[in-house]
């Protein structure tokens, strides 16, 4: 038992220090800032810095379940930090996709009638009148992350990883009766390590050198397979063991 504590502490000292060099990246100084892309990626650095901190305290607990949960979180953030850098304009669709996801769900609470808005002046119900402006027509669900991982190039983060971490998100679970916790918080440990260290590479690599990180850069930092000679975004592991190498 004591060999398991000592490896949860050495990860979890780990991922403190990813933390500090993700929040450093964030605000990292470089001499060309005309990038449309830069203020979202700094965002999506800092972001991750915050997800991973927060892993920490969770490791130090044994929390697996919340980790596993959190991971998925880490890695929806890096196809988002991969997607801004394919385009510039995605940047900017992400931004009004967030506004237009908080008006459809403030519609649908206004339309069941669990929110209301009243008039400052006379107290009355103002919900429909609310409701007519502009901000709330033509309103649609954002794209799937599915769809952002496929725009991004990275789709087999989704269905190798994503997929799976989702089974645990919604309830899905066998990883409490087939290990300890311990061992399982070690597991999703390891994987968020990997995961904070793909982000560090693909956000300071755009700040610096206005690239986006390629995807056998993303294989060797996650730790899978080697890529296949036919399919350049393909992320499926090639050995046994090379989703337990990156944690997952």
Do not use: C
């Amino acid at each position: 038992m004591s060999s398991i504590t000592e490896n949860v502490d050495d990860l979890v000292t780990n991922l403190a220090k990813n933390a500090e060099v993700l929040r450093a990246a964030a605000s990292m100084e470089i001499s060309d800032e005309s990038a449309g892309t830069d203020a979202p990626v700094r965002e999506m650095l800092l972001r991750a810095s915050e997800l991973v901190r927060g892993a920490t305290v969770l490791g130090q607990n044994h929390n697996h379940s919340t980790l596993s949960v959190l991971s998925r979180a880490i890695l929806e953030n890096l196809i988002l930090l991969l997607l801004v850098q394919v385009d510039e304009g995605n940047a900017h669709k992400l931004e009004e996709e967030a506004k237009s996801e908080i008006a459809r769900v403030a519609k649908i609470n206004f339309e069941k009638g669990k929110a209301r808005i009243l008039n400052r002046e006379t107290g009355e119900d103002a919900s429909a009148e609310f409701l007519g402006t502009a901000r709330f027509k033509g309103l649609k669900r954002p794209p799937s992350i599915e769809a952002r991982a496929k725009e991004a190039g990275v789709e087999d983060l989704y269905t190798v990883f994503y997929r799976f971490m989702s089974l645990e998100m919604h309830g899905f679970s066998l990883s409490q009766k087939e290990q300890s916790a311990e061992r399982a918080s070690i597991v999703q440990l390891q994987g968020i390590g990997a995961l904070a260290l793909a982000s560090g590479h693909a956000g300071v690599r755009w700040l610096i050198n206005r690239q986006r990180t390629d995807n056998e850069s993303l294989r060797q930092l996650l730790g899978i397979g080697r890529p296949s000679p036919n399919k350049s975004n393909n992320f499926a592991p090639s050995a046994p063991d090379a989703a337990s190498r990156a944690g997952f």
